[in-house]
């Protein structure tokens, strides 16, 4: 088990360092071609943070672990709701004043109905995947219609403030870009590896260390992203990096991962899994929305009821947990 482990922190430490590599080389790379900050923030900067997820549930799938992958995108979409949110909120209350964030509120709700109703009969199957994709691409040219058209969007102001301080030459950029997406391909099938042996060797489901270790690995660039943006004040890039982040997962790492290798669903997923990840996505809306003129907000009591319900989830998870779940 000793060298497994230390595959997993290893392939974690690389994994953190390569996708801030590939996310700062891609978004200055973008400068250089006069993209528009909102489609930066939008599109690039969500593949970017959703990336380690792509990546390992890819490899998952094709080696033979298509739960792993499951595990690791639902489990990722957890993590960033509950605990990366609620950590955040904790260090900087997080005020949303994008009205692009607000349209993607209720359609993170839609896609993850979407990603339930397609599982609902215990299968993942290539059509499913298929229709995740579709709706990918759909979502991916609206963003760039809205990343075209939004120039005074709050978050439009946030990026370009990070994007002109991070500005590097395009050379640079272009080879962070390079070394970032290789070191993120070779620490996920490190990651990968040592995930498998570790759950092999404790007797628990591949589905259970994707939910766990996987989850919170792979979303360990959004946690250092996020609470740097609240630290900054830059409250609707943390929020646009979880809600970019859960769409990516929802429909392009499960739809990849199930084009690669259809999974059976247990159960387990669909009465313990699914309605987490869905009440937590429907407390974000209601958070974040603002009603009655109450301007979104996640303020510290809200971050902190996230982080008692991420504990409890896991706490739950790993006390119950079985080779078959």
């Keep these: 088990m000793l060298m497994p482990s230390l595959a997993i922190l290893v392939g974690l430490a690389l994994l953190v360092w390569s996708a801030d590599r590939f996310v700062e080389g891609a978004s200055s790379t973008a400068t250089h071609f006069s993209v528009p900050p909102l489609l930066v923030g939008m599109v690039i900067v969500g593949f970017g943070t959703s990336a380690p997820e792509m990546v390992v549930s890819s490899l998952a799938a094709s080696q033979g672990n298509p739960l792993l992958a499951l595990g690791n995108a639902w489990g990722s979409n957890i993590v960033n709701i509950a605990l990366i949110l609620g950590v955040t909120a904790l260090v900087a209350p997080i005020l949303v004043q994008s009205a692009i964030l607000r349209k993607e509120l209720p359609l993170l709700i839609a896609v993850t109905l979407l990603a339930g109703f397609l599982v609902w009969d215990g299968t993942l199957s290539r059509l499913d995947a298929w229709i995740l994709l579709g709706v990918f691409a759909a979502l991916m040219g609206w963003s760039i219609f809205e990343g075209m058209r939004g120039g005074g969007d709050a978050l439009a102001t946030e990026t370009a403030t990070e994007m002109t301080a991070h500005a590097m030459p395009l050379p640079r950029?272009?080879?962070w870009v390079v070394l970032g997406l290789g070191f993120l391909v070779g620490s996920s099938q490190l990651l990968v590896w040592g995930a498998v042996q570790v759950a092999q060797g404790l007797g628990v489901s591949d589905?259970?260390?994707?939910?766990?270790?996987?989850?919170?690995?792979?979303?360990?660039?959004?946690?250092?992203?996020?609470?740097?943006?609240?630290?900054?004040?830059?409250?609707?890039?943390?929020?646009?990096?979880?809600?970019?982040?859960?769409?990516?997962?929802?429909?392009?790492?499960?739809?990849?991962?199930?084009a690669?290798?259809?999974?059976?669903?247990?159960?387990?997923?669909?009465?313990?899994?699914?309605?987490?990840?869905?009440?937590?996505?429907?407390?974000?809306?209601?958070?974040?929305?603002?009603?009655?003129?109450?301007?979104?907000?996640?303020?510290?009591?809200?971050?902190?009821?996230?982080?008692?319900?991420?504990?409890?989830?896991?706490?739950?998870?790993?006390t119950t947990m079985t080779p078959s779940a």
């Design 260 to 318: 690669i290798a259809p999974m059976e669903v247990s159960g387990a997923v669909l009465s313990r899994d699914f309605p987490v990840m869905l009440a937590l996505t429907l407390v974000l809306f209601v958070m974040c929305w603002g009603f009655r003129g109450r301007q979104g907000r996640v303020n510290r009591v809200e971050g902190s009821m996230l982080l008692l319900a991420y504990a409890g989830y896991t706490t739950y998870l790993l």
């Design 173 to 175: 950029s272009l080879m």
């Design 207 to 258: 589905l259970v260390i994707g939910l766990t270790v996987l989850a919170i690995g792979t979303s360990l660039p959004e946690l250092a992203s996020c609470v740097a943006a609240a630290r900054k004040g830059e409250h609707d890039i943390a929020l646009g990096n979880v809600l970019g982040s859960n769409l990516f997962n929802s429909l392009a790492v499960v739809g990849i991962a199930g």
